[in-house]
Protein backbone atom coordinates (compact mmCIF):
# COMPACT_ATOMS: atom_id res chain seq x y z
CA UNK A 1 0.00 0.00 0.00
CA UNK A 2 2.71 2.59 0.91
CA UNK A 3 4.80 1.39 -2.16
CA UNK A 4 1.46 2.20 -4.50
CA UNK A 5 0.85 5.67 -2.48
CA UNK A 6 4.41 6.94 -2.89
CA UNK A 7 4.32 6.09 -6.52
CA UNK A 8 0.93 7.97 -6.91
CA UNK A 9 2.93 10.81 -5.40
CA UNK A 10 6.02 10.40 -7.40
CA UNK A 11 3.79 10.40 -10.54
CA UNK A 12 1.64 13.70 -9.54
CA UNK A 13 4.77 15.20 -8.66
CA UNK A 14 6.12 15.04 -11.99
CA UNK A 15 2.95 16.10 -13.66
CA UNK A 16 3.17 19.33 -11.48
CA UNK A 17 7.02 20.18 -12.51
CA UNK A 18 6.06 19.71 -16.30
CA UNK A 19 3.34 22.00 -16.10
CA UNK A 20 5.30 24.48 -13.63
CA UNK A 21 8.01 23.69 -16.86
CA UNK A 22 6.03 24.46 -20.06
CA UNK A 23 4.45 27.24 -18.41
CA UNK A 24 8.06 29.13 -17.13
CA UNK A 25 9.24 27.81 -20.91
CA UNK A 26 6.31 29.55 -22.66
CA UNK A 27 7.12 32.75 -20.45
CA UNK A 28 10.98 32.70 -21.38
CA UNK A 29 9.55 33.14 -24.97
CA UNK A 30 6.96 35.92 -24.49
CA UNK A 31 3.96 33.79 -25.17
CA UNK A 32 1.61 32.38 -22.52
CA UNK A 33 -1.59 30.75 -23.42
CA UNK A 34 -4.63 32.98 -22.99
CA UNK A 35 -2.32 36.30 -22.55
CA UNK A 36 -2.46 38.68 -26.02
CA UNK A 37 -2.00 36.54 -28.68
CA UNK A 38 -1.15 33.45 -26.80
CA UNK A 39 1.87 31.08 -27.94
CA UNK A 40 1.92 33.38 -31.67
CA UNK A 41 3.70 36.48 -32.21
CA UNK A 42 1.19 39.03 -33.01
CA UNK A 43 3.89 41.30 -34.77
CA UNK A 44 4.46 38.37 -36.83
CA UNK A 45 0.95 37.48 -37.37
CA UNK A 46 0.26 40.63 -38.75
CA UNK A 47 3.97 40.50 -40.72
CA UNK A 48 5.26 43.84 -39.33
CA UNK A 49 8.22 44.46 -37.24
CA UNK A 50 8.05 45.46 -33.45
CA UNK A 51 9.23 49.24 -34.59
CA UNK A 52 6.54 49.66 -37.43
CA UNK A 53 3.96 52.43 -36.72
CA UNK A 54 0.63 52.40 -35.91
CA UNK A 55 -0.09 53.45 -40.06
CA UNK A 56 1.75 50.36 -40.93
CA UNK A 57 0.14 48.10 -38.57
CA UNK A 58 -3.59 49.61 -40.06
CA UNK A 59 -2.77 48.96 -43.70
CA UNK A 60 -0.84 45.38 -42.98
CA UNK A 61 -4.14 44.44 -41.09
CA UNK A 62 -6.40 45.42 -43.43
CA UNK A 63 -4.55 43.80 -46.85
CA UNK A 64 -4.74 40.14 -44.17
CA UNK A 65 -8.48 40.90 -43.23
CA UNK A 66 -9.66 41.41 -47.13
CA UNK A 67 -7.22 38.32 -47.97
CA UNK A 68 -8.86 35.97 -45.07
CA UNK A 69 -12.15 37.23 -44.72
CA UNK A 70 -14.42 34.25 -44.66
CA UNK A 71 -16.59 35.77 -47.52
CA UNK A 72 -13.41 35.83 -49.96
CA UNK A 73 -13.76 31.42 -50.05
CA UNK A 74 -15.85 29.59 -51.55
CA UNK A 75 -15.50 25.90 -49.54
CA UNK A 76 -16.67 25.08 -46.21
CA UNK A 77 -12.90 24.25 -45.09
CA UNK A 78 -11.40 26.99 -46.65
CA UNK A 79 -14.42 29.16 -44.73
CA UNK A 80 -13.40 27.70 -41.59
CA UNK A 81 -9.97 28.02 -41.98
CA UNK A 82 -10.36 32.08 -42.98
CA UNK A 83 -12.46 32.27 -40.04
CA UNK A 84 -9.51 31.50 -37.58
CA UNK A 85 -7.09 33.19 -39.31
CA UNK A 86 -9.31 36.15 -39.43
CA UNK A 87 -9.93 36.26 -35.63
CA UNK A 88 -6.10 35.88 -34.80
CA UNK A 89 -5.46 38.73 -36.94
CA UNK A 90 -8.32 41.21 -35.80
CA UNK A 91 -7.18 40.06 -32.01
CA UNK A 92 -3.73 40.52 -33.15
CA UNK A 93 -4.76 44.22 -34.37
CA UNK A 94 -6.71 44.97 -31.16
CA UNK A 95 -3.75 44.21 -29.68
CA UNK A 96 -1.33 46.78 -31.04
CA UNK A 97 -3.58 49.57 -32.23
CA UNK A 98 -3.98 50.51 -28.60
CA UNK A 99 -0.84 52.55 -27.28
CA UNK A 100 -1.67 50.93 -23.73
CA UNK A 101 -2.04 47.79 -24.56
CA UNK A 102 0.83 47.63 -27.15
CA UNK A 103 3.03 48.77 -24.93
CA UNK A 104 1.86 46.07 -22.13
CA UNK A 105 2.83 43.12 -24.86
CA UNK A 106 5.92 44.62 -25.75
CA UNK A 107 7.22 44.70 -22.05
CA UNK A 108 5.86 40.92 -22.13
CA UNK A 109 8.63 40.28 -24.90
CA UNK A 110 11.02 42.29 -23.43
CA UNK A 111 10.71 40.88 -20.00
CA UNK A 112 9.20 37.61 -20.40
CA UNK A 113 10.32 36.47 -16.77
CA UNK A 114 7.89 38.64 -15.14
CA UNK A 115 4.93 36.22 -15.20
CA UNK A 116 2.78 37.71 -12.16
CA UNK A 117 3.60 40.73 -13.56
CA UNK A 118 2.61 40.32 -16.72
CA UNK A 119 -0.63 39.02 -16.23
CA UNK A 120 -1.82 41.64 -13.98
CA UNK A 121 -0.73 44.41 -16.65
CA UNK A 122 -2.77 42.39 -19.31
CA UNK A 123 -5.82 42.27 -16.88
CA UNK A 124 -5.87 45.99 -15.50
CA UNK A 125 -5.67 47.29 -19.33
CA UNK A 126 -9.10 44.54 -20.49
CA UNK A 127 -10.53 45.57 -17.28
CA UNK A 128 -9.96 49.65 -17.25
CA UNK A 129 -12.96 51.70 -17.92
CA UNK A 130 -13.25 52.22 -22.14
CA UNK A 131 -14.82 55.65 -21.15
CA UNK A 132 -12.84 58.85 -20.06
CA UNK A 133 -13.19 59.57 -16.47
CA UNK A 134 -13.50 63.29 -17.45
CA UNK A 135 -16.19 62.27 -19.35
CA UNK A 136 -17.90 60.67 -16.28
CA UNK A 137 -17.01 63.45 -14.13
CA UNK A 138 -18.85 66.06 -16.51
CA UNK A 139 -21.71 63.52 -17.10
CA UNK A 140 -22.12 63.08 -13.68
CA UNK A 141 -21.83 66.58 -12.81
CA UNK A 142 -24.67 67.45 -15.14
CA UNK A 143 -26.95 65.22 -13.89
CA UNK A 144 -26.78 66.26 -10.32
CA UNK A 145 -26.78 70.50 -11.42
CA UNK A 146 -30.52 69.13 -13.12
CA UNK A 147 -31.96 67.61 -10.51
CA UNK A 148 -30.43 70.03 -8.46
CA UNK A 149 -32.18 72.86 -10.19
CA UNK A 150 -35.58 70.38 -10.59
CA UNK A 151 -35.65 70.12 -6.95
CA UNK A 152 -35.02 74.00 -6.31
CA UNK A 153 -38.28 75.07 -8.73
CA UNK A 154 -40.37 72.22 -8.05
CA UNK A 155 -40.11 73.89 -4.32
CA UNK A 156 -40.66 77.41 -5.52
CA UNK A 157 -44.10 76.22 -7.39
CA UNK A 158 -44.96 74.02 -4.41
CA UNK A 159 -44.78 77.33 -2.10
CA UNK A 160 -46.24 79.44 -5.28
CA UNK A 161 -49.34 77.32 -5.48
CA UNK A 162 -49.65 76.96 -1.42
CA UNK A 163 -49.78 80.75 -0.82
CA UNK A 164 -52.82 81.29 -4.10
CA UNK A 165 -54.76 79.42 -2.02
CA UNK A 166 -53.75 80.88 1.20
CA UNK A 167 -56.80 83.24 2.24
CA UNK A 168 -54.49 86.08 3.29
CA UNK A 169 -52.68 86.36 0.10
CA UNK A 170 -55.22 85.18 -2.15
CA UNK A 171 -57.48 88.17 -1.44
CA UNK A 172 -54.67 90.63 -1.83
CA UNK A 173 -54.15 89.15 -5.08
CA UNK A 174 -57.94 89.15 -6.24
CA UNK A 175 -57.94 93.09 -4.83
CA UNK A 176 -54.29 93.72 -6.98
CA UNK A 177 -55.74 92.07 -10.15
CA UNK A 178 -59.42 94.13 -9.89
CA UNK A 179 -57.56 97.60 -9.53
CA UNK A 180 -55.36 97.16 -12.64
CA UNK A 181 -58.63 95.48 -14.28
CA UNK A 182 -57.47 92.32 -15.73
CA UNK A 183 -60.25 90.69 -14.20
CA UNK A 184 -63.19 92.61 -16.68
CA UNK A 185 -61.16 92.14 -19.68
CA UNK A 186 -60.44 88.86 -18.77
CA UNK A 187 -64.36 87.83 -18.79
CA UNK A 188 -65.00 90.22 -21.59
CA UNK A 189 -62.59 89.08 -24.50
CA UNK A 190 -64.36 85.78 -25.17
CA UNK A 191 -67.51 85.26 -24.88
CA UNK A 192 -67.51 81.73 -26.14
CA UNK A 193 -64.88 81.16 -23.62
CA UNK A 194 -66.42 78.84 -20.91
CA UNK A 195 -66.24 79.54 -16.80
CA UNK A 196 -63.65 76.75 -16.40
CA UNK A 197 -61.18 78.56 -18.71
CA UNK A 198 -62.12 81.94 -17.54
CA UNK A 199 -61.62 80.22 -13.90
CA UNK A 200 -58.24 79.06 -15.17
CA UNK A 201 -56.93 82.32 -16.80
CA UNK A 202 -58.01 83.94 -13.35
CA UNK A 203 -55.45 81.72 -11.44
CA UNK A 204 -52.81 82.53 -13.79
CA UNK A 205 -53.35 85.83 -12.83
CA UNK A 206 -53.34 85.58 -8.94
CA UNK A 207 -50.49 83.07 -9.40
CA UNK A 208 -49.07 85.81 -11.18
CA UNK A 209 -49.54 88.84 -8.86
CA UNK A 210 -48.14 86.72 -5.97
CA UNK A 211 -45.22 85.76 -7.59
CA UNK A 212 -44.64 88.96 -8.63
CA UNK A 213 -45.33 90.65 -5.01
CA UNK A 214 -44.11 87.88 -2.45
CA UNK A 215 -40.41 87.69 -1.55
CA UNK A 216 -39.99 84.13 -1.21
CA UNK A 217 -36.77 83.43 0.77
CA UNK A 218 -35.05 80.49 2.83
CA UNK A 219 -35.34 76.75 0.52
CA UNK A 220 -38.22 77.54 -1.16
CA UNK A 221 -36.87 80.59 -2.58
CA UNK A 222 -36.91 80.97 -6.68
CA UNK A 223 -33.39 79.33 -7.81
CA UNK A 224 -31.30 81.25 -9.94
CA UNK A 225 -27.85 80.42 -12.17
CA UNK A 226 -25.72 80.51 -8.90
CA UNK A 227 -27.41 77.92 -7.21
CA UNK A 228 -26.23 75.01 -10.00
CA UNK A 229 -23.58 73.11 -9.08
CA UNK A 230 -21.74 73.77 -12.53
CA UNK A 231 -21.67 77.19 -12.06
CA UNK A 232 -20.52 76.75 -8.02
CA UNK A 233 -17.56 74.47 -9.40
CA UNK A 234 -16.39 77.30 -11.97
CA UNK A 235 -16.81 80.56 -9.89
CA UNK A 236 -15.19 78.27 -6.89
CA UNK A 237 -12.11 79.64 -7.10
CA UNK A 238 -13.70 83.31 -6.56
CA UNK A 239 -15.52 82.13 -3.50
CA UNK A 240 -12.66 81.22 -2.18
CA UNK A 241 -10.81 84.27 -2.73
CA UNK A 242 -13.66 86.18 -1.59
CA UNK A 243 -13.58 84.29 1.40
CA UNK A 244 -10.50 84.34 2.61
CA UNK A 245 -10.46 88.23 1.66
CA UNK A 246 -13.71 88.74 4.03
CA UNK A 247 -12.04 86.78 6.59
CA UNK A 248 -8.36 89.08 6.62
CA UNK A 249 -10.67 92.22 6.72
CA UNK A 250 -12.74 90.95 9.68
CA UNK A 251 -9.97 89.69 11.63
CA UNK A 252 -8.18 93.68 10.57
CA UNK A 253 -11.52 95.44 11.26
CA UNK A 254 -12.45 93.35 14.51
CA UNK A 255 -10.01 91.62 16.23
CA UNK A 256 -6.78 93.84 15.56
CA UNK A 257 -8.07 97.55 14.92
CA UNK A 258 -11.47 96.73 17.83
CA UNK A 259 -13.69 98.59 15.16
CA UNK A 260 -17.14 98.28 15.99
CA UNK A 261 -19.24 95.87 14.05
CA UNK A 262 -22.19 97.30 11.01
CA UNK A 263 -25.25 95.71 11.09
CA UNK A 264 -24.10 93.27 8.07
CA UNK A 265 -21.76 91.76 11.01
CA UNK A 266 -24.83 91.82 13.51
CA UNK A 267 -26.32 89.23 11.81
CA UNK A 268 -23.44 87.51 10.35
CA UNK A 269 -23.00 86.79 14.33
CA UNK A 270 -26.18 86.53 15.27
CA UNK A 271 -27.10 83.72 12.52
CA UNK A 272 -23.90 82.17 13.61
CA UNK A 273 -24.82 81.75 17.07
CA UNK A 274 -28.47 80.69 16.21
CA UNK A 275 -26.45 78.33 13.74
CA UNK A 276 -28.73 78.46 11.32
CA UNK A 277 -27.52 78.70 7.14
CA UNK A 278 -27.61 81.28 5.41
CA UNK A 279 -31.05 80.52 3.51
CA UNK A 280 -32.59 79.49 7.22
CA UNK A 281 -31.49 83.08 8.49
CA UNK A 282 -33.26 84.56 5.11
CA UNK A 283 -36.39 82.55 5.56
CA UNK A 284 -36.62 84.40 8.86
CA UNK A 285 -39.49 87.07 9.24
CA UNK A 286 -38.44 90.77 9.54
CA UNK A 287 -39.19 91.52 13.28
CA UNK A 288 -37.93 88.41 14.01
CA UNK A 289 -34.33 89.85 12.78
CA UNK A 290 -35.42 93.16 14.25
CA UNK A 291 -36.12 91.59 17.58
CA UNK A 292 -32.34 89.81 17.82
CA UNK A 293 -31.13 93.13 16.49
CA UNK A 294 -32.94 95.09 19.30
CA UNK A 295 -31.35 92.16 21.92
CA UNK A 296 -28.07 92.85 21.03
CA UNK A 297 -27.92 88.92 19.98
CA UNK A 298 -24.51 89.74 18.36
CA UNK A 299 -22.84 89.66 22.08
CA UNK A 300 -22.07 86.44 23.18
CA UNK A 301 -22.74 87.36 26.61
CA UNK A 302 -26.47 88.59 25.83
CA UNK A 303 -26.97 85.70 23.08
CA UNK A 304 -26.23 83.31 26.31
CA UNK A 305 -28.18 84.43 28.63
CA UNK A 306 -31.02 85.11 26.00
CA UNK A 307 -30.82 80.82 24.76
CA UNK A 308 -31.11 79.98 28.50
CA UNK A 309 -33.55 82.08 28.80
CA UNK A 310 -35.86 81.05 26.15
CA UNK A 311 -34.53 77.08 27.17
CA UNK A 312 -36.01 78.09 30.23
CA UNK A 313 -39.34 78.93 29.42
CA UNK A 314 -39.61 75.69 26.87
CA UNK A 315 -39.29 73.67 29.43
CA UNK A 316 -41.50 75.68 31.78
CA UNK A 317 -44.23 75.43 28.89
CA UNK A 318 -43.55 71.74 28.36
CA UNK A 319 -44.03 71.26 32.64
CA UNK A 320 -47.16 72.86 32.18
CA UNK A 321 -48.20 71.14 29.40
CA UNK A 322 -51.27 68.39 29.86
CA UNK A 323 -49.39 66.12 27.30
CA UNK A 324 -46.29 66.66 28.16
CA UNK A 325 -47.11 65.63 32.01
CA UNK A 326 -48.74 62.41 31.00
CA UNK A 327 -45.89 61.36 28.51
CA UNK A 328 -43.07 62.06 31.15
CA UNK A 329 -45.05 59.69 33.51
CA UNK A 330 -45.70 57.32 30.68
CA UNK A 331 -42.02 56.87 30.55
CA UNK A 332 -41.73 57.19 33.79
CA UNK A 333 -43.34 53.31 33.95
CA UNK A 334 -41.42 52.13 31.72
CA UNK A 335 -42.51 53.03 28.42
CA UNK A 336 -43.22 51.08 25.57
CA UNK A 337 -40.23 49.09 26.15
CA UNK A 338 -40.98 47.47 29.87
CA UNK A 339 -40.08 44.21 30.88
CA UNK A 340 -39.67 42.25 34.40
CA UNK A 341 -38.65 39.39 35.74
CA UNK A 342 -41.46 37.58 37.22
CA UNK A 343 -43.67 38.96 40.32
CA UNK A 344 -42.89 42.09 41.70
Known amino acids: MLSSYSGKMCWTNKLLVSVLFTVAFDNVYGSVEGLYCGKDNCYEILAVEKDSTKSEITKAYRQLAKKWHPDMHKTEKMKKEASEKFQEIANAYEILKNEDSRNDYDYLLDHPDEFYYNYYRYYKTRTAPK ?20 GAWSNYQSAIGYLCKEQKYRLQATNIAKERGLFPVAKKKDGRRSKEEIRE ?57 RQEYGTEEKLYLIRKYLKL ?53 YMKKGGPGQMTFGPE
Open 277 to 329: SSNQFDALEEHERDDYMHKELWIKEKFTAWKEKQEAELMSKRAESGRYRMIRR
Open 201 to 257: EEEAIIKDIVEENLDIRGGYRKPTYQDVLWIQLVFFPYYLLAYIHWYARWIWKFTIS
Open 131 to 150: VDVRIVIAVTITVISVVQYY
